[in-house]
């Protein structure tokens, strides 16, 4: 047993300075700020109950207006998604939507990867294909929100839609 | 010898199987939302490329998957505003089981008024 070698928090410091706050009580391996990770954890523990309200408002808010109003799922084509993004209202809702919901699962799926994943190069080659990915969908999807055009000129001929200029 | 912990209050009961239930939708959702960014990004390309694409989506078979997606969407959803209030509300984890069963309620009622909706929708004739 090596129980011997576990000192009392409270018995930690040679000086017996207690009172000039907590460096002398916890031993620093077990202190939970000051270290190089800084408050990275809680941020990203604080970060997914945030995003997570956020998100449950966006995503429903999606699904009802694309599949639940109207003729649903067949109203969907390349001039249903022009119709919405004519808009800067949605072209904002899908952007925090993209932006929320790819890091609220990246922190997941590193949590599960961290869990899961024994082995150090493992896990931290499982975790830069995750940043990666997400990097990339990210990146992707922003740039397709902001230059895209709803009013394409197809062989010469405007695509009819009743938001594009005559 | 190693022996099962005695009377656990979390092991195998509502608390780690709704944490299970979390971790299992939460991949799911990932994985069909970088397919959902890319074949959206399609718009880019052309009319043509994506209305091809998202045409792979009104099938009847899709139709099913689509509503278990959302089935794990609302159960992830409730059940995340669940854990954030084990976390940030007071009597929280004294009540973390009855509001499990709050969540799988809410999912029910959800889930049979979209089913209802999406799959008329989707599978009615067009």
């Known amino acids: 047993m090596t129980a011997t070698q576990i000192q009392s928090p409270r018995s930690g410091n040679d000086r017996g300075q207690s009172s000039s706050g907590d460096s002398g009580r916890i031993a620093p391996q077990y202190r939970r700020n000051g270290s190089a990770r ?24 999606h699904l009802f207006v ?3 109003v109207g003729e649903g799922i067949h109203a969907i084509d390349f001039g249903f998604v022009a119709g919405k993004w004519a808009d800067p209202f949605w072209q904002f809702w899908d952007l925090a939507m993209l932006w929320l919901a790819m890091l609220h699962g990246t922190n997941g799926v590193r949590t599960i ?18 940043y990666a990915a997400t990097t990339v969908i990210i990146i992707l999807g922003t740039l397709v929100i902001f230059t895209f055009n709803p009013c394409p ?6 695509l009819p839609g009743g938001f594009c200029p005559a | 010898m190693p ?3 005695a009377g656990t209050l979390y092991r195998g009961r509502e608390g780690m199987w709704s944490w299970v239930g979390h971790r299992i939708t939460g991949v799911v959702i990932f994985f069909f939302l970088l397919v959902h960014v890319l074949d959206t990004s399609l718009v880019r390309v052309s009319p043509e490329a994506y209305t091809a694409v998202i045409g792979a989506y009104k099938n009847p078979l899709m139709a099913l998957g689509e509503t278990g997606l959302v089935a794990a969407i609302v159960f992830h959803a409730f059940n ?26 809410l999912w029910v009622v ?17």
């Open chain 1, 153 to 158: 000129v197809v062989d010469g001929v405007q």
């Open chain 1, 38 to 61: 800084g408050n990275f954890e809680m941020l990203a523990w604080l970060f997914m109950r945030l995003s997570g309200v956020v998100l449950v408002v966006l995503i429903f808010g």
């Open chain 2, 80 to 105: 995340g505003l669940r854990i954030i209030a084990v976390d940030f509300w007071k009597k929280g984890a004294k009540y973390q089981r009855q509001m499990l069963w709050v969540v799988l309620g």
């Open chain 1, 66 to 68: 694309n599949l639940l």
């Open chain 1, 113 to 130: 990867i961290n869990d899961y994943a024994e082995k150090d190069s493992t896990r931290f080659w499982l975790k830069m294909v995750l």
């Open chain 2, 3 to 5: 022996t099962k912990p």
């Open chain 2, 110 to 126: 959800t889930m049979v008024a979209f089913s209802i909706r999406h799959l008329s929708l989707a599978l009615g004739g067009h």
